[in-house]
């Protein structure tokens, strides 16, 4: 009976959690993240959950939980938050960083985790698409006539998107060379 109780306190709803042995904890972790442009107030956190009570995030996946990220920081469990698809999922809004008692700065902690993430090689997938879009159209989305006419109507100069000088800044800049890993 207590094994069962014991098993089912490692329960979550979608899942079982990880157990995290010592051997797979960086102490170090949490002072490159402070050494990361945006991490510098990370160790101010108390951990009270205004972050995560006041994300919009939040309210569309409940398994997105800033809090959490920062905990597993703190401890250090390092690959898991690098691995992690939730530091990409931040939509910068700053209601986190506009509420946080202990001015954590958290929006700004999530661009340094990213930028941590991207020196070990951990770029989640919505990235790469997007440096397809950057080279495709030189722009995050196609401008087609109809935004042009519509930008005219506004008295708005037409865009003439021009995919090859963003092309020279992608290859001049090796950001592909980053994102598939070769650098």
């Known amino acids: 009976m207590g094994e069962e ?17 010592e051997d797979q904890l960086d102490p170090q972790f949490k002072y490159e993240i402070i050494k990361e442009p945006g991490g510098e107030n990370f ?20 398994d997105y939980n800033c809090r959490r990220i920062i905990r597993m920081a703190l401890i250090g469990d390092k690959e898991s938050v690098l691995k992690s698809k939730f530091i990409w999922m931040c939509s910068t ?7 946080c008692p202990q001015d954590v ?24 698409a997007q440096l397809d879009l950057l ?19 506004y008295g708005l100069p037409k865009i003439n998107q021009s995919p090859e000088k963003v092309k020279k800044v992608l290859e001049k800049e090796k950001i592909k060379d980053v994102i598939e890993g070769d650098s």
Not at 5 to 21: A, D, L, P
Not at 135 to 153: C, D, P, T, V
């Open 135 to 153: 080279e495709k159209f030189g722009a995050l989305l196609e401008i087609s006539e109809f935004e042009n006419r519509m930008r005219e109507k």
């Open 5 to 21: 109780r014991e098993q089912e306190k490692g329960k979550k709803k979608s899942g079982e959690f990880q157990v995290i042995t």
């Open 93 to 99: 809004c700053y209601s986190c960083y506009e509420r």
């Open 43 to 62: 160790l101010r956190c108390m951990q009270c959950g205004t972050c995560t009570a006041s994300c919009p995030v939040k309210a569309i996946d409940p």
């Open 105 to 128: 700065k958290i929006t700004e902690l999530m661009f340094a985790l990213k930028n941590i993430a991207v020196k070990y090689g951990y770029i989640h997938p919505s990235i790469k």
